[in-house]
């Protein structure tokens, strides 16, 4: 488990120091407050349950948000009790204030890959794609500003991926 987290830390140092930039720091603080909460992801399946023809798809995206949000910020996050990285060591510099819960896993990247992946399979190819570059840049994000180890954004993705899947499968068998 150490030696995950050298990498982790290792990884995270590697951004900090190669990659972070500061005319880009706004650039970033504003794709992670889109995660922030799941607000516009939230957003996003009100507006598609609003229309007739992607109402099943706004349905799928709450129910993706709700599955994710029980398993990763109820239950994982306490759970597991992780401190952030800027907790960690000193030498990995936070640009966001304290965050008020643990680390493991991303709450930003697990609520944005349940959305991506159901409007990837529901919605037209381009939407579907955007959806997904959109939350990989909400992910990156919290390793840029420093308040996610990268195994904290594997364990979000996966649960992401796999609450999106549920939902999708979940509305299916209720429409047969």
Excluded at 10 to 28: G, H, K
Excluded at 130 to 137: Q, R
Aim: proline share 4%; charged share 15%; hydrophobic share 50%.
């Amino acid at each position: 488990m150490e030696i995950i987290q050298q990498l982790d830390v290792s990884i995270l140092l590697w951004i900090q120091e190669n990659l972070r930039v500061d005319a880009l720091t706004p650039f970033w603080k504003a794709i992670t407050m889109l995660g922030n909460g799941g607000w516009f992801w939230i957003a996003l399946g009100l507006g598609l349950f609003c229309f007739k023809r992607t109402r099943k798809t706004g349905i799928a995206v709450l129910a993706a948000l709700v599955i994710g949000g029980l398993i990763t910020n109820v239950a994982l996050k306490n759970l597991v009790a992780r401190i952030r990285p800027y907790d960690y060591t000193a030498a990995i510099r936070s640009l966001l204030p304290p965050q008020s819960d643990y680390s493991f896993p991303s709450g930003h990247t697990c609520a944005s890959f349940a959305a991506a992946f159901v409007c990837l399979r529901r919605l037209p190819r381009n939407w579907g794609a955007g959806a997904m570059v959109l939350a990989g840049l909400i992910a990156f994000s919290r390793l840029y500003l420093g308040v996610h180890f990268p195994t904290d954004i594997l364990g979000g993705l996966v649960i992401g991926l796999a609450a999106g899947w549920l939902a999708c499968r979940l509305q299916s068998i209720k429409n047969k």
